[in-house]
C-alpha cells in the first residue's frame, strides 16, 4: 500500500476476502492514469477499459478500469468523473465573467 499511497492520492483503498487483491479507487483519471505511470505499471499487458455514458440526469461520466499487479496484489484500480457536454459558448462565458465581477 506505500507504493499507492507515496505515489498517488486515492480516495479509498479496500482490501478484498481473499486477502490477495486490493480496490483502489481516484477521484480523476488522470490521477489514476498518472499511478500507473509512476508505479511502471502503464505496460501493455496491463489490462485497462474505458467508457463513457450519462446519468438518468443527463449529466455525462467517463470511468476508468485498470487491472495491474503490483507486488503480488491484484489491484482493481478505477476512477469515475463527471464530465461537461463541453466548452460553453463565448456568450455564457462573458456573462458568468460579468456576473462573478458584479
Do not use: C
Request: hydrophobic content about 40%; charged content about 20%; overall charge negative.
Amino acid at each position: 500500500m506505500a507504493d499507492i499511497l507515496l505515489l498517488a492520492d486515492p480516495t479509498e483503498i479496500r482490501t478484498h476476502t481473499d486477502g490477495v487483491a486490493l480496490a483502489v479507487s481516484f477521484d480523476r483519471i488522470a490521477e489514476l492514469r498518472s499511478w500507473l505511470h509512476l508505479a511502471g505499471l502503464n505496460t501493455p499487458d496491463t489490462l485497462t477499459a474505458e467508457h463513457t455514458g450519462t446519468t438518468d440526469d443527463g449529466r455525462p461520466w467517463q470511468v476508468m478500469y485498470a487491472y495491474p499487479t503490483l507486488h503480488g496484489w491484484e489491484i482493481y484500480a478505477h476512477a469515475k468523473e463527471y464530465t461537461t457536454g463541453g466548452d460553453l459558448d463565448p456568450t455564457t462565458i462573458d456573462r458568468l465573467a460579468a456576473l462573478a465581477v458584479a
